[in-house]
């Protein structure tokens, strides 16, 4: 038996888990890449409160354990259980997604952050995190479906909304300060002429 079949073992004892099966005892994943389905805004909310809570638990635990030892006798090794629990639940969850996700979470990972913010009468801007792929193919759309009808011009260039999206993920060259034309008022037919496009 090995440390960690005893370890589980024990914790069955003490009533902090159910039975787990065995590594070797574990058929291979029957899942092949056509049946593992993307998760719906649910469940990849709930990864990622998956990955917070596995986070805080990597980077925190350690500084609680004096503590936990005024708990009970058995509370720093609960907390290794919960631990352990969180990290097989989120690896077995991302097994049931495309490879696709966990580039995904890979991402958000490294370049995420976690901020928590009480919310008040007004809800605040919030960030999330997008390919440089789809997002182009959402720019691309716009502006060939909405820019190319475009009339707007003096104090409603300032207004635009698709224009400060732009301004954020595409700045141009030159910024038009003034109001009198819009720094992608070419980019429409360029997209549609098949053409490079540059700002």
Not at 140 to 147: G, K, L, M, P, R
Request: proline share 6%.
């Amino acid at each position: 038996m090995t440390e960690r079949e005893k370890f589980e073992a024990f914790a069955q004892q003490m009533g902090h888990t159910r039975p787990v099966v065995p590594a070797a005892a574990v058929p291979p994943a029957a899942k092949t890449q056509r049946d593992k389905k993307k998760p719906n805004k649910f469940e990849n909310a709930f990864m990622m409160d998956m990955m917070i809570l596995r986070n805080s638990l990597a980077v925190r635990r350690e500084a609680v354990r004096e503590r936990l030892s005024e708990v009970n006798p058995h509370a720093w090794r609960d907390l290794q259980l919960l631990y352990s629990l969180v990290c097989r639940i989120q690896e077995q969850l991302v097994e049931t997604m495309p490879e696709s996700r966990q580039e995904y979470y890979e991402t958000l990972a490294r370049h995420g952050r976690y901020h928590l913010e009480i919310q008040g009468p007004i809800h605040a801007e919030r960030t999330v995190l997008i390919s440089d792929k789809h997002l182009g193919a959402i720019l691309d759309a716009v502006i060939e479906n909405e820019c190319m009808m475009c009339l707007k011009d003096g104090k409603e260039i300032n207004k635009c909304k698709i224009r400060e999206a732009l301004l954020e993920v595409g700045p141009p060259t030159e910024i038009i300060e003034d109001g009198i034309g819009c720094e992608y008022r070419d980019v429409p037919g360029q997209l549609i002429r098949g053409e490079i496009v540059t700002v």
